[in-house]
């Protein structure tokens, strides 16, 4: 009856136009924000009326947290329709009654309950969000995206919830994107998620535009995007971040780990610390994976954007590949000769021996086998035996070694593994590929860098400390 008298959608217009009404003439009493501003200032409402507190702009967001969900979207789609009220207001009213009516949201989990209940306010909520961008945080919008899946809300909720949250991802942090996966996945992160929502923050660079032609055909363009440098360098960031995190479940396919970290591949980093990270991580945790994959994997970073600690964590690091600790005492001490002031230093003997002594008569199965040792893992005794080669490099070229070495460091180092490692290092074909930039002076050995070799930070090479000790970065 009270439909049929159309005293519901009496009531809902006089609580719509009263929310909108300017603040300024706002004299009865609201919930949460009284209560708050008394506390802060440490007053109680004067009786008569005397104190005289500035009425916030949302002042009826808490009041309307007591609507059950159906009035409560007609409610809001009253006030949405007056234009009135500022789109940060409304999402600060959704936000405020998902948290009151879905209790632990705000901790990005949902509690035992009303599923079905649970359920409609995530919908609600979605489908009431300001068209604008920024109306509520991209953190808000990961929380009802954690509640949707774990809800198991409909295709298309989620899919909006993406949307919104690849327009504005570069404000999340990594804990808001470790989503979890559905129960019959043995994986413990939804990769598949956070890779949807990458897709949608890269499309924004690439907008459509559609040009119609005289003979009603439809051309199709491409036009520059609106991402800044900045947001996509957070995002890199973000990302590799979120790898690390992820690659300490070990299982973690490497598909998915190579998909997502490909994805930010393009975007140009001046730090490649962060992927070195989640490489090692994932190395450590995945310990059985073959060594064409361990080649793989590394192929995601670039040695001579690496820093200084990190670089002295690569060294010492026996889960990665051969070449890959080459490449990094390589870059380590092009780096070293560019903070002194001095020409790029030569490579090391056995290094160099490879552009004098071609190897006549050599057997492709000898070839395949060299190829084999440089993917393998290093040993102690190999790194160690590279380590003394890259010193004696500095102290014939005078870059500081005996002050960082403590003088004849090669003594120390053992001739018979010395031996062994010149002879994985005497393959013209491999030298080619390890080192081709040397002679381009701009050719990236990793995935996004154009830098020339003598182009890192000299800053940072300066203090370069020994690299006797370990150091983690992980």
Known sequence: MSEDLKLVGRCVESIATKSCVDVSKVDWSYTYNRKKIYEENGNEPNLNGGIKRPVPKDWWVEDLCELEIDLYKRVITNIKNKSLLSYEVIGEALKAYAYRNMPGLSRGIIQSGDVVKYQSTVDAIVCLLPAERGSVSCSFLLKLLKAASLLDSRDIVKEELVRRIGQQLEEASVNDILIRAPEEDTALYDVAAVQKIVEEFLRQDQNTEIESLEDGDHLQRMQPGILSDASKLMVAKLIDGYLAEIAKDPNLPLSKFLGLAEMVSGISRPAHDGIYRAIDMFLKEHPGITKSERKRICKLMDCRKLSVDACMHA??????????????????????????????????????????????????????????????????????????????LRLSNGVGGNERNGGDVKSGVDKATISKMRGLLKSKKIFAKLFSSKGTQGENSGSDSSESLGSANPEEAKSTPSRNRRHSVS
């Open 315 to 392: 060294v010492q690091n026996e889960r990665l590949p051969l070449r890959v600790v080459v490449q990094v005492l390589f870059f380590e001490q092009v780096r070293a000769a560019a903070s002194s002031g001095s020409s790029t230093p030569d490579l090391p003997k056995g290094i160099k021996d490879l552009n004098s002594n071609t190897s006549h008569g050599s057997s492709r199965s000898a070839t395949t086998n060299t190829e084999e040792d440089w993917d393998a893992v290093a040993t102690a005794e190999e790194l160690k035996a590279l380590r003394g080669e890259l010193a004696s």
